[in-house]
């Protein structure tokens, strides 16, 4: 009926009977196949609401839905909500269960009770995407924080999911390795998969989520697209949230004059396209190269005549190919975005890009060209 | 005037002889007054830096000097190091010391030998500037992360250190806290407390430093000025950081127009004002305001500034204004600026000591080519 694949009516949940509602009556909905972000203050209640989404807690009144079935809570019912609803949770420490980082990535699809051979095939699958491999043999203890959440993420993975929950996924994740599981997370959503996130990185978030929900003292008081949202200071204040800077800055140019205040912005391209002086005729080419993992990106570049430019890489096969030569690569992180940003400069740049993940390449120019902008010729190679 | 507080001569530790020192000749000096973002990869060895300035860690080579002295390791000596350098850890869990807040608040200052009434009007105000006086008879077990960290911090303002070093200070905290952590930083600055902040968050530390120290898998890689850092690209990746999105906007949009890079907007009033090229400015009308007599000033100000947004900036101005009408009760000074670039007046309350800071402030959007009025109410 609805494309919602997880919705909540009038949830109601605390920890112990006379404790403080966490939820009060709680009314939220989840769109298939997008990507929600959930903001909020400390204790708003953004964890446990996420415990109520994959049958870890039951609410005390209200329903769960998911794909407009209510949701079960027998023993096998929630194995399976388990499996098709994952959490990431905030701290890697807490969902490490087995000393050995295979073991661990098994943990989940072994208690699915999955054959062997199932269990092996997606545990692999889910190192390759975290870019883990070589670290599966490898005690959990030796790894750094960074390498404990990638491993986290692929025990997650490993019980392929419809839906990924993060919660705050790049808290104590230095910037690097923050953008890289933004962008597993990026991977997983072109395959289908529901991304759900709560961070307290507004910045982030608004580059990032499709929609929005907002949870102010236990109850959602915001659904939709970012922008209402934040045009509604009393309700920004009031949640304990911020405004966007990208959002600020470009109301304070439009109403400068400097450009329309639509389309909204959400990344630093975005704005610098919006208030620069450049013409619209010189942008660079953006060059989109699938790459599979095992292809051989110099010669491939070579036979395309797209050597010595600037080169970004996007996707766990596009670097897992990268890995295995010795080239140079100019933007190991948020790949899209700095390519766009050389086009802008007036450069031509190569995308090394995960073959899933094209078409999420290839619409970071929407933007611009479907604006007025100017126009970024994109070419899939 | 700067003084050196700090300087740290060819520095090595490691946590034992058979693994690779954490601090490989480590030399720094850290320089009084001065807003010091210390920045780096997980693993760099900011946290072990951090230990090593409080005395912790003793390194196996080179030296730490302070105030001109080597670090005397007695234990007399390093509780006079202690009630002197304050460091709030990442993980508020590993400073938890006892089990209601206020007994934790004040565990620091009553081992320093300081009197009960005194103990007790610092603990009052240090909850109090962490917003959590409802917190003071609560069993910590019940408060969230969020909340721990604030109370943490409040140990560490309750020590009234000369050196305040905050590791991930705003790592779990809502956007509205972190600023009023950042606000508490500045107020302490103001205060004369040398401030240290480790972050992740570059974007928020860039706004903030006056001077970055990088540290890269156990060297010192760089230190100083934050510009000439994010200049080279290939450095900021080597060393697991990335860009702010200030920086490389400006550099963007620079190139583009054909402008200077320099001057280096560093937020977003100060980048709005570079490219939006505002022909008239606004007024921040400055209300340098007592918390107890806040809300009356703000009623008999506001009937004559009708209709003006207002901003509050300190912790207690924004306590005594809570139940008004403020459209900027966060990063105020930065918002009220923004409005000036945009032509309009605003009206900004503040606590009496940020007042050096907001004069500051609108002394550096000058430089962006936005001369914006900063008038005192009288």
Redesign the interface.
């Known amino acids: 009926m609805s494309d919602s694949l997880l919705r909540t009516e009038k949830v109601t949940f605390s920890y112990s009977r006379k404790g403080a509602k966490v939820l009060d009556e709680m009314d939220i909905d989840i769109p298939v196949g997008k990507k929600t972000a959930i903001l909020?203050?400390?204790?708003a209640g953004k964890s446990t609401l996420f415990s109520v989404l994959n049958a870890l807690n039951k609410p005390a009144s209200g329903k769960v839905y998911y794909k407009d079935a209510p949701m079960s809570y027998s023993h096998s019912g929630k194995i399976r909500m388990r499996s098709e609803v994952s959490i990431l949770f905030?701290n890697p420490n807490e969902m490490m269960f087995k000393p050995y980082v295979e073991q661990d990535v098994a943990y989940g699809p072994e208690n699915m009770k999955l054959p062997k051979e199932e269990v092996e095939e997606r545990v692999q699958e889910a190192l390759f995407a975290v870019g883990m491999e070589a670290y599966r043999k490898s005690p959990i203890m030796k790894l750094?924080?960074?390498q404990r959440k990638r491993v986290t993420l692929a025990g997650v993975l490993a019980m392929r999911p419809s839906v990924l929950i993060m919660d705050?996924p790049t808290?104590?994740?230095?910037?690097?390795?923050?953008?890289e599981v933004m962008e597993i997370a990026e991977q997983l959503n072109s395959s289908g998969v529901t991304v759900i996130m709560s961070s307290?990185?507004?910045?982030l978030v608004y580059s990032w989520a499709d929609e929005i929900r907002v949870l102010n003292s236990s109850k959602c008081v915001y659904s939709g697209i970012p922008e209402p949202f934040y045009e509604d200071?009393?309700l920004v204040?009031k949640a304990?949230?911020?405004m966007p800077?990208?959002y600020?800055?470009n109301r304070?140019?439009a109403?400068?004059g400097?450009c329309e205040l639509e389309p909204y912005p959400h990344t630093?391209?975005q704005?610098?396209v919006k208030?620069?002086?450049?013409c619209a005729t010189d942008f660079g080419v953006m060059n989109v190269v699938k790459v599979d993992k095992d292809t051989d990106i110099p010669a491939l570049l070579a036979s395309e005549g797209l050597e010595g430019l600037p080169i970004g890489i996007y996707g766990m096969s596009a670097r897992t190919a990268r890995n295995k030569t010795e080239m140079s690569v100019?933007f190991?992180?948020?790949g899209p975005e700095n390519c766009i940003?050389k086009c802008?400069?007036g450069e031509d740049s190569v995308l090394l890009c995960d073959p899933i993940m094209v078409d999420k390449a290839v619409s970071s120019a929407d933007f611009i060209n479907g604006n007025g902008y100017g126009k970024i010729d994109v070419r899939t190679v | 005037m700067m003084t050196e507080l700090f300087r740290l001569e060819d520095v090595t530790f490691a946590h034992n002889p058979n693994v690779p020192p954490v601090m490989d000749g480590f030399s720094l000096t850290i320089e009084g007054g001065r807003r010091t973002a210390v920045l780096?990869?997980?693993?760099a060895g900011k946290t072990t830096l951090f230990y090593t300035l409080t005395g912790v860690h003793r390194p196996q080579k080179g030296q730490v000097l302070y105030n001109g002295s080597p670090i005397d390791y007695t234990r007399e000596g390093l509780r006079d190091l202690r009630s002197d350098v304050a460091v709030v850890l990442?993980n508020p869990d590993e400073q938890i010391f006892c089990s209601l807040v206020e007994e934790d608040v004040a565990f620091g200052p009553l081992n320093l030998g300081i009197d009960r009434d005194e103990v007790e009007a610092r603990v009052e105000k240090a909850l109090r500037d962490m917003r959590i006086s409802e917190y003071a008879r609560r069993p910590l077990q019940q408060l969230?992360?969020?909340?721990r960290k604030r109370v943490a911090i409040a140990g560490a303002l309750a020590m009234q250190p000369k050196i305040m070093i905050m590791d991930?200070p705003t790592?779990?905290?809502?956007?509205?806290?972190?600023?009023e952590v950042m606000e508490l930083a500045e107020k302490l600055r103001l205060n004369g407390v040398t401030v240290l902040i480790s972050t992740?968050?570059?974007?928020l530390v860039y706004r903030w430093a006056d001077v970055s120290d990088v540290l890269n898998k156990g060297k010192i890689e760089f230190t100083g000025d934050a510009d000439e850092f994010y200049s080279d690209?290939e450095r900021v990746?080597d060393c697991?950081?990335?860009i702010p999105?200030?920086y490389?906007?400006n550099k963007?949009?620079s190139?583009?127009?054909?402008m200077d890079a320099s001057p280096y907007p560093h937020s977003?009033s100060e980048?709005?004002a570079k490219?939006?090229?505002?022909s008239e400015v606004g007024t921040v009308y400055c209300v340098p305001v007592e918390e107890a007599e806040a809300a009356d000033r703000y009623d008999s100000v506001m009937k004559d500034m009708r209709g003006m947004c207002t901003g509050v900036y300190g912790p207690d101005v924004r306590y005594a204004l809570r139940e008004r009408?403020v459209?900027?009760?966060?990063?105020a000074v930065d918002?009220c600026f923004?409005k000036a670039?945009?032509?309009k007046d605003t009206v900004l309350f503040y606590d009496p000591i940020y007042d050096v800071s907001v004069k500051e402030q609108a002394k550096r959007l000058g430089a962006f080519g936005a001369d914006i009025r900063t008038e005192a109410v009288r």
């Open positions: 909020g203050s400390n204790g905030q750094s924080y960074g705050e808290a104590g994740l230095d910037p690097q390795m923050a953008y307290h990185d507004t910045d200071y009393q204040q304990g949230l911020l800077s990208v600020r800055m304070t140019f109403n400068l400097k630093q391209s704005l610098s208030i620069s002086d450049r100019d190991m992180y948020n940003r802008l400069s | 780096g990869a997980n693993g990442q969230s992360g969020g909340q991930e790592a779990g905290l809502d956007p509205q806290a972190s600023m992740h968050d570059i974007d690209p990746y697991g950081l990335l999105s200030v490389g906007m963007d949009v190139a583009v127009n054909g977003c980048f709005t490219f939006g090229r505002p009408d459209e900027f009760r966060f990063d918002a923004l670039v945009e032509g």
